[in-house]
């Protein structure tokens, strides 16, 4: 305690932002976290200086002889026995961190648009690294976190042994208030899917070793207040934005955690060897956001969509109207025919047309071809010229399907560089769909990939490009580097490519794909421009995944698609109306062979497109909300524009339920001192009322001439109709 009594006593930190305080004490050897959450209003020196009080706990029995604290790297010299923020050895020594901070170089930030940075420096005398913190509050109210770990260059210990860094987690408190966990668990087809459970003693603790975030990613992990809900109820939550192994915890000790009840946070799960510093190198963490609200789930979402909107980065044209052939002709890849299904994607309104996997040299199927980037002479005898070119004439944008990341053993690239394999030396062991992974962090293998791509983007004047990720990295250890565990930087080297295609290829947009949804995260979308949600493109399906990929990303960065019916995945049969609401809020597409659609189907699929475009505005700007309703087999999604003057809400039910009728609900997000004319949208269809009489405001808003005031129709609602199940009613609300 020698260091906190000798420090000249200082106030906190107060930050605001978005309705949001974050209140840092700075009074000891790491700052401490006194507040975050609510706005606690404009505090003056001496109530940030009486709020530092709480900073300290009572001395109980059997207890330390100095008041527990957690900080913002929690170590055990601060008695803190839950996981701590700096984990590693050298060669087995230097293994309890004392982290002190650099007084005079802190440097405190408060940003006129709201929030500010804390920005320190520690030394210790223990492990000899030097280690940094960057905490943030944004203006939209997330909190961000990063840390360093440097290896000084100078290093009189042992300058021959590395130190090898286990661990840099990112620790935020939680309230004891914060008593029910939510986060999330998935497969193929089948992403993020909800889990609840209690907060107990004991870690909570989700550790992905998938060598990206996998269909079953923790994703967002929240706590909350009891029943927290929708709209309603106190959550805190936290997201890792990486793209490769990580860990997700909420940890509660029974002594509590200094003057809270638990924890929340994670960051980069790193396998044993990975980082390894000598002196001179350090280890940067990926970037953890934490996000509270006070209005529900649909607070978070309205935080994080802030966020990436503000980004320079961020889309900000119309997200183009897309026809993808996968599920339209798979690998049957003949020029006529696909320029047949570019010439009806233009005829229904789409902008954007995507050849899909098949055209490189040798795929005919999915056994082979991986990485041998070049155009099949066979089926392209002319290369994809004759196709982008017919593309464009339509006035349509090209674009192509990679997947840089994999490679096949029946491959060209894979017979001449086998060390370009990233497995180990001693064989590649199982294959994952036929694949296996290209070492990215091998140079030559990098370049021949950034040459191949950029390449082919520049030749065919490629506009978007799907890129997909196929199977997870198992054994992933570099043959061009020794055998040396290579996921973190294998993770890294994919932004870099990514990053210097884009700077070779301006105005190129990708996708982020990854046998679907399977690498969402904000990591992968600092360079990319939308998700691929889900490979099930059934929309019964797809209620749950989208809703909760819009927990995190907002509308426009998330592709959804029509898709034929029955659906490809699942087999299910559903009806148009189904289909076309289920693709109506996000990135809209099309994955269906419309060659072989009626004129009845072509006219409902290009009014649908006409609709969808219109609502272009409100879904890149407006505010993503989710009706609480007691009935799970029912949802209500919306969104409402930012000035509330116009919004969408599409109305489903995937299953049959025990009551008979849905009763009132309620519209969120409207402006309760305006009025609303309720349409119910026809122009492409409408699902099956099994009732035998509409409800009278059905009637009236069918004909548009219903109005009713915002504040009824949020607090008091509608009673819904009843629809048959895997059926969706679309209804657009214009203030008057």
């Given at each position: 305690m020698t260091?906190?009594?000798?420090?000249d006593?200082?106030?906190?930190?107060h930050?605001?932002?978005?309705?949001?305080s974050?209140?840092?004490?700075l009074?000891?050897?790491v700052p401490?976290?006194?507040h975050?959450?609510?706005?606690l209003?404009?505090l003056?020196a001496?109530?940030l200086?009486?709020l530092?009080l709480?900073?300290?706990?009572?001395?109980?029995?059997?207890a330390p002889?100095?008041?527990r604290?957690?900080?913002?790297?929690?170590?055990?010299?601060?008695?803190?026995?839950?996981?701590?923020a700096?984990?590693?050895?050298?060669?087995?020594?230097r293994t309890?961190?004392?982290?002190?901070?650099v007084?005079?170089?802190t440097l405190?930030?408060?940003?006129?648009?709201?929030?500010?940075t804390?920005?320190?420096?520690?030394?210790d005398?223990v492990?000899?690294?030097?280690?940094?913190?960057?905490?943030?509050l944004?203006?939209?109210?997330?909190?961000q976190?990063?840390?360093r770990?440097?290896?000084?260059?100078?290093?009189?210990?042992?300058?021959?042994?590395?130190?090898?860094?286990a661990?840099?987690?990112?620790l935020?408190?939680l309230p004891?208030r914060a008593t029910e966990?939510l986060?999330?668990?998935?497969?193929w087809?089948?992403?993020?899917?909800?889990?609840?459970?209690?907060v107990?003693?004991?870690s909570h603790?989700?550790?992905?070793?998938?060598?990206?975030?996998g269909?079953?990613s923790?994703?967002v992990t929240l706590?909350?207040t009891?029943g927290?809900?929708?709209?309603?109820?106190?959550?805190w939550?936290?997201h890792?934005a990486?793209?490769?192994?990580s860990?997700?915890?909420?940890?509660?000790?029974a002594?509590?955690a200094?003057?809270?009840?638990?924890?929340?946070?994670?960051?980069?799960?790193?396998r044993?060897?990975e980082?390894?510093l000598l002196?001179?190198?350090?280890?940067?963490?990926p970037d953890?956001f934490f996000?509270?609200?006070?209005r529900?789930?649909?607070?978070?979402?309205e935080r994080?969509h802030?966020?990436l909107?503000?980004?320079a980065?961020?889309?900000?044209r119309p997200r183009?109207?897309?026809?993808?052939t996968?599920?339209a002709?798979?690998f049957d890849?003949?020029?006529?025919?696909?320029?047949?299904?570019?010439?009806?994607a233009?005829?229904?309104?789409?902008?954007?047309?995507?050849l899909?996997?098949?055209?490189?040299?040798g795929?005919?199927?999915?056994t082979?071809?991986?990485g041998?980037?070049?155009?099949?002479?066979?089926?392209w005898?002319?290369?994809?010229?004759?196709?982008?070119?017919?593309v464009?004439?339509?006035?349509?944008?090209?674009?192509?399907w990679?997947?840089?990341?994999?490679?096949?053993l029946d491959s060209?690239?894979a017979r001449?560089?086998?060390?370009w394999i990233?497995?180990?030396?001693?064989?590649?062991?199982?294959?994952?769909?036929?694949?296996y992974?290209?070492d990215?962090t091998?140079?030559a293998a990098?370049?021949?990939l950034?040459e191949?791509?950029s390449?082919?983007v520049?030749?065919?004047?490629?506009?978007?490009?799907?890129?997909?990720?196929n199977?997870e990295?198992?054994?992933?250890?570099s043959?061009?580097?020794g055998?040396?565990?290579?996921?973190s930087?294998?993770?890294?080297?994919?932004?870099r490519?990514?990053?210097?295609?884009r700077?070779?290829?301006?105005g190129?947009?990708i996708?982020?794909?990854?046998a679907?949804?399977s690498?969402?995260d904000?990591?992968?979308?600092?360079?990319?421009?939308r998700?691929?949600a889900?490979d099930?493109?059934?929309p019964?399906?797809?209620?749950?995944?989208?809703r909760?990929?819009?927990?995190?990303?907002?509308?426009e960065l998330?592709?959804?698609?029509?898709?034929?019916s029955?659906?490809?995945?699942t087999s299910r049969?559903?009806d148009t109306t189904m289909?076309?609401a289920?693709?109506?809020?996000?990135h809209?597409?099309?994955?269906?062979?419309?060659t072989s659609?009626?004129?009845?189907?072509?006219?409902?699929?290009?009014a649908?497109v006409?609709?969808?475009?219109?609502?272009?505005?409100?879904?890149?700007r407006g505010r993503v909300?989710n009706?609480d309703?007691p009935?799970?087999?029912t949802t209500?999604?919306?969104?409402?524009?930012a000035?509330g003057s116009r919004?969408?809400?599409?109305?489903a039910?995937?299953?049959?339920?025990?009551?008979?009728?849905?009763?009132q609900?309620?519209?969120?997000?409207?402006?309760?001192?305006?009025?609303?004319?309720?349409?119910?949208v026809?122009?492409f269809?409408?699902?099956?009322?099994?009732?035998r009489?509409?409800?009278?405001?059905?009637?009236a808003a069918?004909d548009?001439?219903?109005v009713?005031?915002g504040?009824a129709?949020?607090?008091?609602?509608?009673?819904?109709?009843?629809?048959?199940?895997?059926q969706?009613?679309v209804?657009?609300l214009?203030?008057r």
């Amino acid at each position: 305690m020698t260091d906190v009594q000798s420090r000249d006593a200082r106030p906190p930190v107060h930050f605001r932002a978005a309705g949001v305080s974050l209140v840092i004490d700075l009074d000891a050897p790491v700052p401490s976290v006194l507040h975050w959450g609510a706005d606690l209003g404009d505090l003056d020196a001496a109530a940030l200086t009486a709020l530092g009080l709480s900073s300290g706990v009572e001395l109980t029995n059997n207890a330390p002889d100095v008041p527990r604290r957690l900080t913002l790297l929690p170590v055990e010299r601060d008695m803190w026995s839950g996981t701590p923020a700096l984990a590693g050895h050298l060669g087995g020594r230097r293994t309890s961190p004392r982290p002190v901070m650099v007084d005079d170089a802190t440097l405190v930030t408060h940003s006129p648009d709201g929030g500010g940075t804390l920005e320190a420096e520690f030394t210790d005398e223990v492990t000899g690294l030097a280690l940094f913190l960057l905490i943030r509050l944004t203006p939209q109210g997330l909190v961000q976190v990063r840390h360093r770990a440097r290896r000084p260059a100078d290093d009189p210990v042992d300058g021959e042994t590395p130190y090898d860094l286990a661990g840099l987690t990112a620790l935020m408190p939680l309230p004891p208030r914060a008593t029910e966990i939510l986060d999330f668990t998935g497969r193929w087809s089948r992403e993020r899917q909800p889990q609840r459970l209690p907060v107990v003693d004991g870690s909570h603790h989700r550790h992905v070793r998938r060598g990206k975030p996998g269909a079953d990613s923790p994703y967002v992990t929240l706590a909350g207040t009891t029943g927290f809900a929708n709209r309603t109820g106190e959550v805190w939550g936290f997201h890792l934005a990486w793209s490769g192994d990580s860990h997700w915890r909420v940890e509660r000790l029974a002594e509590g955690a200094g003057g809270s009840s638990s924890v929340i946070g994670g960051g980069e799960a790193l396998r044993a060897g990975e980082v390894r510093l000598l002196p001179g190198q350090e280890y940067v963490s990926p970037d953890a956001f934490f996000a509270w609200s006070g209005r529900g789930l649909d607070g978070i979402s309205e935080r994080f969509h802030g966020y990436l909107r503000a980004r320079a980065s961020h889309p900000v044209r119309p997200r183009p109207v897309l026809v993808n052939t996968w599920e339209a002709v798979y690998f049957d890849h003949d020029l006529e025919r696909l320029k047949a299904l570019v010439d009806r994607a233009a005829q229904v309104g789409a902008e954007r047309f995507v050849l899909d996997d098949g055209w490189f040299s040798g795929r005919r199927n999915d056994t082979t071809s991986l990485g041998d980037w070049q155009v099949d002479e066979g089926v392209w005898p002319q290369g994809l010229a004759p196709l982008a070119d017919h593309v464009r004439t339509r006035g349509l944008e090209f674009g192509l399907w990679f997947e840089p990341e994999m490679i096949s053993l029946d491959s060209r690239v894979a017979r001449e560089h086998p060390e370009w394999i990233l497995a180990p030396a001693q064989g590649e062991g199982s294959s994952m769909r036929q694949q296996y992974v290209l070492d990215l962090t091998d140079p030559a293998a990098f370049s021949y990939l950034l040459e191949a791509i950029s390449g082919l983007v520049q030749r065919y004047r490629v506009a978007y490009v799907k890129w997909d990720h196929n199977r997870e990295l198992h054994e992933a250890v570099s043959r061009s580097h020794g055998d040396t565990v290579a996921v973190s930087a294998q993770t890294r080297a994919t932004y870099r490519l990514m990053d210097e295609l884009r700077e070779r290829c301006p105005g190129l947009e990708i996708e982020s794909c990854s046998a679907g949804g399977s690498r969402v995260d904000l990591g992968i979308l600092a360079r990319t421009d939308r998700v691929w949600a889900s490979d099930c493109i059934d929309p019964v399906e797809r209620i749950m995944t989208d809703r909760w990929t819009s927990l995190l990303l907002p509308p426009e960065l998330i592709g959804v698609h029509v898709g034929s019916s029955p659906a490809h995945t699942t087999s299910r049969r559903t009806d148009t109306t189904m289909r076309f609401a289920g693709a109506l809020l996000g990135h809209t597409g099309v994955e269906w062979d419309l060659t072989s659609r009626d004129d009845e189907e072509l006219r409902a699929l290009t009014a649908f497109v006409a609709f969808q475009k219109s609502l272009r505005p409100v879904l890149a700007r407006g505010r993503v909300v989710n009706a609480d309703i007691p009935d799970p087999a029912t949802t209500l999604r919306g969104v409402v524009d930012a000035d509330g003057s116009r919004a969408v809400y599409v109305w489903a039910r995937t299953v049959t339920s025990s009551a008979v009728l849905s009763g009132q609900v309620r519209f969120p997000g409207l402006d309760p001192a305006r009025s609303y004319v309720v349409r119910i949208v026809d122009d492409f269809g409408l699902p099956s009322f099994p009732g035998r009489e509409h409800s009278p405001w059905v009637r009236a808003a069918l004909d548009g001439s219903l109005v009713l005031p915002g504040v009824a129709l949020g607090t008091v609602g509608l009673p819904m109709p009843t629809l048959a199940a895997q059926q969706a009613l679309v209804l657009e609300l214009t203030a008057r």
